[in-house]
């Protein structure tokens, strides 16, 4: 049956908090990944609930959905239902942010959209080494040099791949990025390079060096790029700036590019692969298990796309790498080993066929849905997986296993065969054995909690009334909330937000104040006290998880009219002071100050029931909300 990725769309725009909560959305090969305004409106629960999602994390300011191998037909969805794409700025600003992070991020964006390109390149690399292998093909053959230039184009017009990429990370006019990128192909200065001849350009001189391959050089000259631009465009008279801007910014970054950054980033390049290989030849089998076992959670921060240059320089320069895709292998292998040994032990129907579906991806080297859809989820499979790739990246490190091509899972097998010859296929082979091995066995040995087998079991003994005692102690025990505010009941339907009124976030019920003063509903923990202060997240001594949202849209007022009196992990008790705010000048900003009171885990329980009539008026203390 063909999957309805419309409704799909919708459901995941709804959970988000509306179209209008989402600042910005792109994607890599298996994640969603959202900037959004308030973090309050997303409803966690609702998103997993959809069969094509597999986990969810939140990564600083962004919003991971992990969607596996579905991310672009949701992602397509989602751009025709008008949600803003990532060729889109962001609204929010990025000032908060580190600058290790900045980087992160930066590099990441350059590189997640070549990964398409590098798979098929690598594959083709792959398909053109089985055919000499098996002498199918012969090194001297017209066949042999068309599949090889083939399967060479992204690796040597790289600088043209990362130029359009960055070109959308820094704000920079595409064509111009891809030109300074021309500059460094340029088959004339290739030609120049190759010959005797010192290159000066007006007495200035040209470092002799060869950008194809080259990762580093044209990033770095595409972020400056962007300076050049604002540069020119505020000393441009607006009469020539369709001529002149794009002619002066050539004429400056060219260059630069040759000259100062092209050089640079070229040792930089060199300096990171004689590092690799150092720490690859005298420390291999440490880094290498260490890193191995760190991937998943690596994986986890988005951070392992920054890796990717140091691998392809490592290749480009050396011809092989022996650390960051060798780690990946491990780990990628690791985890699909942990995912299948999972579906063979799990006795939920459900999780079994998560599971495996999990685990072919993770030997495909998509691992977002092993980590976030099963091992991460059920914790001990996911320490498993890191020990077993740990293990592995061990056996690699002391058998010195090297990578031709820049592969990450199974497919690697026939990366292996290169200038090291037939063993470093078999010790690959073995290392890879091992990191499945180790991870399947691992887990079954650690085992795991089979969450909803346990839930299911508890339902039939409610049904069955055989074990009452064991039964889940919510259904059982009531949860009664006092109002956190003086004012007007309304029924949560009532609340003029779609999110609220068609309970995405959960269930509850609403309070027009008549006092700026909101106080703990019951005993329990302050989780989260917005930035904003228009927010609260409250979880009871029992367990109940309370969001009491003070207006709507309010988060647009960045605590302004807001005065906290908690903290985040403060222990109160009922009736303890929370938030005061200033409900006349709230007002008069425009603000409806309607306060959604709701249980955002309503799904551990049956419902909650408002103990008061609608349009009553009720007092701060009063019994409120019961939890059944």
């Not at 409803?43 to 962004?62: A, F, P, R, T, Y």
């Amino acid at each position: 049956m063909k999957k309805d990725y419309a409704k799909t769309a919708d459901t995941l725009i709804a959970a988000l908090g509306g179209k209008d909560n989402i600042t910005r959305l792109f994607h890599c090969m298996t994640r969603l990944r959202f900037y959004v305004k308030d973090r309050s409106k997303i409803n966690e629960k609702e998103i997993l609930k959809l069969s094509e999602i597999s986990g969810v994390n939140w990564h600083e300011d962004q919003f991971q959905v992990i969607a596996g191998n579905e991310v672009n037909a949701v992602y397509k969805a989602l751009e025709d239902k008008g949600v803003p794409t990532d060729d889109a700025p962001a609204a929010n600003s990025d000032s908060s942010k580190s600058v290790v992070s900045k980087v992160i991020d930066a590099i990441t964006g350059c590189m997640t959209p070549m990964i398409p390109a590098l798979t098929a390149a690598g594959m083709i690399k792959v398909v053109l080494t089985l055919l000499t292998t098996f002498h199918l093909v012969s090194e001297t053959s017209s066949t042999y040099q068309v599949i090889s230039f083939i399967g060479d184009v992204t690796f040597y017009f790289m600088p043209f791949l990362i130029a359009a990429n960055a070109a959308k990370v820094f704000r920079v006019n595409q064509s111009l990025a891809l030109f300074i990128a021309g500059v460094y192909l340029s088959p004339t200065f290739v030609t120049m390079v190759a010959g005797d001849a010192a290159i000066t350009l007006f007495g200035l001189p040209i470092t002799k060096a060869t950008y194809s391959y080259s990762v580093i050089p044209v990033i770095l000259m595409v972020w400056i790029t962007h300076y050049i631009e604002i540069l020119v465009d505020k000393i441009t008279p607006k009469m020539v700036k369709l001529i002149l801007n794009p002619t002066l910014v050539i004429l400056i970054s060219a260059p630069i590019a040759l000259i100062v950054v092209g050089p640079i980033g070229t040792i930089i390049g060199n300096g990171l692969a004689v590092a690799i290989n150092f720490l690859s030849v005298k420390l291999g089998f440490i880094i290498v298990g260490i890193l191995a076992a760190t991937f998943p959670f690596i994986v986890m921060t988005g951070m392992h796309h920054a890796l990717t240059p140091i691998g392809l320089n490592a290749i480009a320069t050396g011809g092989a790498d022996t650390l960051i895709f060798v780690s990946q292998v491990c780990s990628n292998l690791a985890q699909s080993g942990a995912s299948l040994a999972v579906a063979v032990r799990s006795k939920d129907s459900n999780m079994k066929q998560l599971a495996s579906a999990a685990g072919v991806s993770a030997l495909m080297g998509i691992t977002e849905p092993a980590l976030y859809g099963v091992t991460l989820k059920l914790k001990r499979p996911v320490v498993a997986a890191s020990i077993a790739a740990g293990i592995g990246g061990i056996v690699g490190g002391l058998l010195q296993v090297s990578l031709y091509i820049a592969q990450n899972c199974i497919m690697a097998i026939p990366a292996f065969i290169g200038e090291k010859g037939l063993s470093n296929l078999i010790y690959g082979i073995i290392m890879i054995a091992v990191s499945f091995g180790a991870a399947f066995v691992l887990t079954l040995i650690f085992g795991f909690e089979d969450v909803k087998a346990e839930t299911e079991d508890e339902v039939q003994n409610t049904d069955t009334e055989k074990q009452p005692a064991q039964q889940n102690a919510p259904l059982v025990d009531k949860i009664e909330l006092c109002a956190p505010v003086a004012g007007t009941v309304k029924a949560l339907s009532d609340v003029p937000d779609k999110t609220f009124a068609d309970k995405v976030l959960g269930d509850g019920a609403a309070i027009v104040p008549s006092e700026g003063k909101v106080y703990a509903p019951a005993d329990g923990t302050v989780a989260n006290i917005m930035e904003s202060k228009h927010g609260i997240m409250f979880v009871t001594e029992s367990g109940a998880e309370i969001l009491i949202h003070i207006g709507l849209d309010t988060v647009n007022l960045n605590g302004k009219y807001f005065k906290s009196h908690v903290s985040d992990g403060d222990k109160v008790k009922k009736g303890k002071l929370l938030v005061e705010f200033d409900m006349d000048a709230i007002k008069k900003e425009g603000y409806d100050l309607i306060t959604p009171v709701v249980v955002t885990n309503i799904s551990d329980y049956i419902k909650a029931v408002c103990m008061e009539k609608e349009d009553a008026a009720v007092n701060a203390g009063d019994k409120f909300l019961t939890i059944v």
